[in-house]
């Protein structure tokens, strides 16, 4: 297994043309796994769907989860090869993992994979909406409604379509945890369009707590700060990805084995009398809001 390392240092590696970017080509690899971690069953008998779970934050989520007890859908684009490694790690836990691939900016796909994985494993506990894209653009009229509209879909709109189709399946102690950003808070003065989904997703979040407090279904997030994820390499020019995450007190990038343990947290029952909140694993930032 994996150990994790905190002072590994961020190389630019091989640049990728297209997000949201392969993790098996990434140097350094990512630390998706902690060599600490103890798990206590937290998540026992669970079954959970996560987006963006073949690389990055959700693969390191998926792991977890599946280290608690958790059986796990992997909703991903096309990254077939990190997705099968995700799911190998799963089943070294002696847990399941469905994979399912294709695009959660359409709403037919969503429907069609949370129907899926709630007859795999015969329901749904948790939901992890964690997809995204990011464009920078420097200059506002570089942003293109094609941009705009793909942004938007696949950050803010997937969330609306898998959680409508996951209510059919949802009841009293699950938990929806959706990936906002430190971007929500703070702003971004290169990435106006994912920055506003994030805030976006804030205040779904927020809504959506209220909205579903009733039926028993608390809904959390977490706002990562930078994280040694494929969207990096995916996205920024090597000199920006040379220097990622050098700029918060921390003085480094997280890992994504770092930023997993928020989102065990938010499912379990040890979250009970949290909803409506947002876990902040950001490297010190200190935000208000």
């Known amino acids: 297994m994996q150990k994790g390392s905190r002072k590994r240092k961020v190389r630019t ?6 997000q949201p ?26 079954t959970a769907l996560i987006t963006g779970g073949d ?11 599946a280290k608690e007890g958790c059986d796990v859908t992997v909703v991903y684009l096309n990254e077939h090869k990190d997705a099968g490694l995700t799911k190998r790690y799963i089943e070294l ?8 691939a294709g695009d ?5 796909f969503c429907k069609k994979a949370v129907h899926k994985a709630a ?3 015969g329901g749904l506990d948790i939901v992890v909406n964690n997809s995204a894209v990011q464009y920078p653009k420097e200059d506002i009229t570089r942003i293109t409604r094609k941009q705009l509209e793909k942004t938007f879909k696949v950050n803010i709109f997937s969330h609306f379509y898998i959680i409508k189709a996951a209510m059919k399946h949802l009841g009293k102690d699950s938990s929806i945890i959706n990936t906002t950003s430190v971007t929500a808070y703070r702003g971004s003065g290169h990435l106006l369009d994912y920055a506003a989904t994030k805030g976006a997703i804030v205040s ?6 209220a909205n579903l407090v009733k039926k ?6 977490v706002a990562p700060g930078p994280v040694w994820t494929p969207l990096v390499p995916s996205t920024f020019p090597p000199k920006d990805v040379a220097s990622f995450g050098t700029d918060v007190p921390l003085g480094r990038a997280g890992q994504p084995f770092e930023i997993a343990p928020c989102y065990v947290f938010l499912a379990c029952n040890d979250s009970a009398y949290i909803t409506g909140q947002i876990l902040h694993p950001n490297g010190g930032e200190i935000i208000n809001g």
């Open 21 to 46: 970017g392969i993790e098996s080509v990434m140097d350094p690899q990512p630390d998706f796994v902690s060599g600490s971690y103890r798990p206590s069953g937290r998540l026992e008998g669970k």
């Open 104 to 108: 959660v900016s359409s709403e037919s």
């Open 13 to 18: 590696g091989k640049a990728q043309e297209k």
């Open 204 to 209: 779904f979040t927020r809504s959506l707590s």
């Open 55 to 65: 690389s990055g934050i959700g693969r390191a989520v998926a792991i977890a989860f």
């Open 93 to 100: 836990e002696n847990r399941k993992c469905l994979l399912i």
């Open 119 to 121: 007859k795999q494993f």
């Open 216 to 221: 028993g279904i608390r809904v959390n997030g």
